[in-house]
């Protein structure tokens, strides 16, 4: 299957500094890129959807500001978290549509996810 | 908006089978997936349906009825390695979006 990779898989940082996660698609190219977060136990929630070459699109509640998101080529799409605090500190996972043919039955297929800590 | 539902916890024996429940409301409904996910990591995917029906892909199975708003993921000949939470995530046009909108969770608990 494609494979995307994400980095760091794990940041400690402390409040008030921003972190940068980035997601790769290795082997195939990605138009679209989604961003989802998690906390302990509870599902994936979507925080933004990202386009190549284009303006994020997030969901209500998400902080444009606050959650940056950048998508400037067909393999990357990055997630700066600026000015983290605490309550930031979830499981960050990108995921990337793969679309074979019609895309009928296109797939999500997932970083490896990255775990921010904020003190 | 769309609402899923599905249990929060199940147990198992191992070698058993176990089948998981999803519940799903929701309009310009485009596909039902099921990922599993082990702790602390991304997850995987198992399945997909858009039609009604069983998918049958080796240990693993996914059902879908379209009338109902239902899915199940059933699993066959438990292992130890299948004791991971299960999302059932649905794909619906009404956004336009085109991501995936998923439910809780199911934490699978094998036991030997």
């Known amino acids: 299957g494609a494979v995307v990779s994400q980095h760091p898989s794990w940041v400690i940082c402390k409040s008030g500094t921003s972190v940068k996660i980035e997601c790769r698609s290795l082997?195939?190219?990605?138009?679209?890129m989604f961003w989802y977060r998690q906390f302990p136990k509870q599902s994936l929630m979507l925080m933004a959807t990202?386009?190549?070459?284009?303006?994020?699109?997030?969901e209500q509640g998400v902080e444009k500001d606050k959650f940056l998101i950048n998508h400037a080529s067909l393999t990357l799409s990055t997630l700066t978290v600026t000015s983290a605090h605490p309550e930031d500190s979830s499981f960050y996972i990108c995921?990337?549509?793969?679309?074979?043919?019609?895309?009928?039955?296109?797939?999500?297929?997932f970083g490896s996810g990255t775990q921010l800590s904020v003190l | 908006g769309q609402n899923i539902d599905q249990p929060t916890e199940m147990t198992a024996t191992e070698g058993a089978i176990v089948q998981i429940n999803c519940t799903y409301q929701?309009?310009?409904?485009?596909?039902l997936f099921w990922y599993q996910q082990h702790a602390g990591e991304a997850p995987t995917f198992l399945s997909y349906?858009?039609?009604?029906g069983l998918e049958e892909k080796g240990r693993f199975s996914s059902f879908l009825s379209r009338s109902k708003g239902y899915s199940y993921l059933l699993l066959k000949e438990l292992q130890m390695k299948d004791s991971a939470s299960y999302l059932c995530?649905?794909?619906?046009?009404?956004?336009?979006?085109?991501?995936?909108?998923f439910g809780s969770g199911t934490r699978l608990q094998v036991q030997p």
């Open positions: 995921s990337a549509r793969v679309s074979p043919g019609t895309g009928t039955n296109e797939k999500l297929f």
């Open positions: 082997d195939f190219q990605a138009t679209t």
């Open positions: 990202s386009n190549e070459g284009s303006k994020a699109t997030y």
């Open positions: 929701t309009s310009g409904f485009n596909g």
């Open positions: 349906n858009v039609l009604d």
């Open positions: 995530a649905v794909r619906a046009w009404d956004t336009g979006r085109r991501a995936l909108t």
